[in-house]
């Protein structure tokens, strides 16, 4: 009898003496599926935590808090249950923005808290998160400030958008600097992409953000960083129709339930420089799909009117903001099979969306674009949106409009994300396609809302209006630094195209900086579901060539690879829609020979066309040449890019 009572007790004990030990453990481990990463946590006092790569730290010692209605959370953690589990499945996105196919693999450590919260930290194969949970009773909880601070074990270089205040577009430049050089009133928008030696970096995001503020980041004058929050909104001012500025602000960052979880803190680790246009962990993090049906969202290219100013010629009526022009913009993209043109500033009178200016006939533009099926695209200010939102998109939906491009937001802060969301909701409702520019935050809300089809957020072409500053150099770092987060509309297409010595910035005759291979290359390396072609469809039909390679290029793809790069120097991208195969390569300044190697094509023989840098593109930008090749897996190609140059190539079976 005595031996069956203590058999019947030991699976107790055991059990009891597993939870015992979870509870007194203070010190855990997680691993990517990979085992090159590597998150080491501790809970002695407060939570600790380090990240490694292949044994070699790259965040060490680093701290975080939470505080919820004046208490704080993970100080003197107690843990009451750490589980850890695997995940493994293969996901479809509807919009591919890089693959057909994503593998979704981590490990995840839960650990349970006494005082009603928990804390989740997940390792990928592409880098490191974590995030709160709480699971309070109360309603609504004020959230005073969260603490994430990161510290490096050396004074890294870092790629740091610099920003001067919340109130921003988040058009900036990836400025390296080193980690003690970021004074603590040094705020950035995000990524901030940390070169940590040998290769490797880290790429410093956010995902899953709702009913919450966008995160930022500040110096903290030695080798860290930390992160900052826009105060939650009090007050506000209207100057003019669009800049809502906060004029009063809260001492806390956000009001919201009790029971939630919070927004994925992010670490992109990649060992190469080109590993980070294919690292999909933010995308990964994001909430699944808000929309039953997606099979409507049609992406495709968009023939734009407010970088060229309209500039159309050869035409017997005069070119403006009316029905004429916009008519011809739409002849154009149905000759080219371009989905959609967009009707930018001046189609409506400012402060209201119902009243279309006398120049245009929207009834009978819209029906004219039905007719030659291209899609119409609207630009709207945010806030005069956010006033007449149920009548406005009813009025669009109506008119058969496929989507908006909502602009002039300039701010993150909770009442701002809150926007994101609910117009890509009504958006959806209506079938139509969101366009987000004036901020950069809805970059990691593509995943879920697909009809979240791009994002500006990014110091694009434009610039060009008005500066020198989207030059080479800074093109071929966006790649591996806002692209990190996710779409990217920086509106590409120029067809005058300068060098350093005969530019200038003309607001309504606009060009661009570098080679005009360097522009035909943005379309491979530049991802956007939606993709502008920013200059007069007059300058396009004059370069019947060009169109050649930019009607059919894609903006979705299966497959993606990158064959070379290094940040803020190069890059070259493959990428695969289907069975045909396209590459884009883009230079700094500097001129360079680069070998492309071809061993990823499958066996076969395929056509090439090249479009590379004419001889004399250093100085004449807008100097190209065409070649037409037969290539195979076996080929290994020679290829020169000018000063600011380019190279592109479609290759097909």
């Known amino acids: 009898m005595n031996n069956e009572f203590w058999r ?19 010190s855990y481990d997680l691993r990517s599926p990979d085992d090159r990463i590597e998150v080491r946590i501790r809970t002695v006092k407060a939570i600790r935590y380090d990240v490694l790569l292949k044994g070699r730290a790259l965040l060490e010692d680093c701290t975080l808090s939470f505080d919820v209605d004046h208490k704080t959370l993970a100080h003197e953690p107690k843990v009451v249950s750490a589980k850890k589990r695997t995940y493994d499945q293969v996901v479809e996105p509807p919009i591919r923005q890089k693959f057909a196919k994503i593998r979704d693999n981590y490990n995840e450590l839960r650990l349970e808290m006494e005082g009603e919260y928990a804390l989740v930290f997940r390792a990928y194969n592409e880098g490191a998160a974590y995030r709160w949970e709480t699971s309070f009773s109360q309603e609504q909880v004020k959230i005073y400030d969260e603490e994430m601070k990161l510290n490096f074990p ?21 400025v390296p600097q080193h980690l003690s050089e970021i004074a603590p009133a040094f705020i950035a928008t995000l990524p901030a992409v940390v070169d940590a030696g040998g290769g490797a970096k880290v790429a410093i995001a956010e995902s899953d953000v709702e009913e919450y503020p966008g995160m930022w980041l500040r110096g903290t004058g030695g080798n860290g960083l930390s992160a900052t929050f826009p105060p939650y909104p009090l007050k506000e001012k209207l100057e003019r129709d669009r800049d809502l500025k906060v004029v009063e602000s809260a001492d806390y960052i956000a009001v919201t339930h009790g029971a939630r979880t919070f927004p994925w803190r992010v670490f992109g680790i990649v060992e190469k420089d080109g590993d980070l246009l294919t690292n999909q962990i933010v995308w990964l993090l994001e909430k699944p799909s808000q929309l039953q049906d997606t099979s409507w969202i049609k992406p495709g290219k968009v023939a734009w009117d407010w970088w060229n100013a309209n500039n159309v010629y050869d035409v017997d009526f005069k070119a403006g903001i009316n029905t004429q022009t916009y008519k011809y913009y739409i002849d154009f993209a149905a000759r080219y099979g371009i ?21 245009i006939n929207m009834e009978e533009l819209t029906a004219y674009a039905k007719q030659k099926n ?63 520019h004036g901020d950069q935050k809805p970059a990691t809300m593509t995943r879920t809302w697909p009809n979240l089809i791009s994002t500006e957020g990014v110091k694009g072409l434009e610039w060009s209006k008005w500066s020198a500053e989207t030059e080479p150099e800074h093109n071929v770092t ?30 309504n005759h606009p060009m661009s900086l570098g080679t005009r291979c360097h522009q035909l290359a943005m379309y491979i390396v530049y991802e956007s579901p939606l993709q502008m072609l920013a200059d007069s469809p007059s300058n396009y039909l004059r370069e019947p060539q060009v169109m050649d390679f930019l009607a059919p290029v894609p903006t979705q793809w299966d497959e993606t690879k990158v064959l070379d790069g290094r940040i803020a120097e190069f890059v070259v991208v493959a990428r695969r829609n289907g069975r045909d195969w396209y590459i884009g390569g883009m230079t700094n300044w500097t001129s360079r020979e680069l070998e492309i190697d071809l061993s990823f094509l499958p066996q076969g023989n395929f056509s090439m066309e090249a479009f590379q840098d004419g001889a004399n593109a250093d100085r004449y930008g807008s100097d190209y040449k065409v070649t037409k090749s037969q290539v195979n897996h076996t080929t290994k190609l020679k290829v020169t890019l000018a000063p600011g140059g380019g190279w592109a190539a479609r290759i097909i079976p």
């Open 8 to 26: 019947a007790l030991l699976p107790l004990v055991s059990m009891l003496w597993l939870v015992g030990d979870a509870a007194a453990q203070s």
């Open 154 to 174: 050396r004074d890294f270089i870092t790629y740091y958008p610099r920003e001067d205040s919340f109130f921003s577009h988040n058009e900036r430049r990836y």
């Open 339 to 359: 989905e959609y043109i967009i009707l930018d500033e001046g189609w409506y009178k400012l402060g209201n969306l119902l009243e279309v200016v006398p120049e």
């Open 374 to 436: 291209v899609g119409i695209i609207l630009w709207v200010i945010w806030k005069t949106l956010d006033d007449q939102l149920e009548p406005a998109l009813n009025q669009f939906a109506k008119w058969g409009v496929k989507g908006i491009k909502v602009d002039f937001m300039q701010r993150s802060d909770q009442l701002l994300i809150d926007y994101y969301h609910k117009i890509s909701r009504e958006a959806a409702k209506r079938k139509m396609l969101v366009d987000f």
């Open 478 to 507: 966006l790649p591996f630094t806002r692209m990190f987060l996710g779409p990217m509309d920086y509106t590409p297409g120029a067809m005058l195209n300068a060098p350093k010595t005969s530019f200038a910035p003309i607001f």
